[in-house]
């Protein structure tokens, strides 16, 4: 069992920054990957940004050059910093994991970009 917990949602207006965190507990040990997926209103969710254990990261187009996604192993923590956000990256933001084929997701954070 995996627990995933996000924070640092909020209204935000475009061209500012957020700091998304998602703290992991339990059966911590077996997670080689973590991502950040979100889903806008009417939209499907979509990957935002993954990082693996041994650093490599990946990111959706969308995001690219202002999204920035990392690790703090002694914290059990995933990062996703956005900067220079736009309008179109409202959604609620959701941390996930995989382990042994089981799927575990945070309850999402909510992250409205106003114009």
């Known amino acids: 069992q995996v627990q995933l917990v996000e924070s640092g949602g909020g209204l935000v207006q475009a061209g500012g920054s957020l700091r998304l965190s998602c703290v992991a507990s339990?059966?911590?040990?077996?997670?080689?990957?973590m991502g950040w997926y979100r889903q806008a209103p009417g939209k499907q969710r979509e990957l935002v940004a993954s990082?693996?254990?041994?650093?490599?990261?990946n990111y959706a187009d969308s995001v690219k050059g202002r999204f920035t996604i990392s690790w703090d192993n002694a914290k059990n923590t995933v990062y996703l910093q956005m900067d220079n956000l736009k309008p179109e990256d409202t959604a609620v933001y959701f941390c996930?994991?995989?382990?042994?084929?089981?799927?575990?997701w945070g309850q999402g954070t909510q992250v409205p970009v106003s114009s």
């Open positions: 996930h994991t995989d382990v042994w084929g089981y799927a575990y």
């Open positions: 339990g059966n911590i040990a077996s997670i080689d990957a």
């Open positions: 990082i693996f254990s041994g650093g490599h990261t």
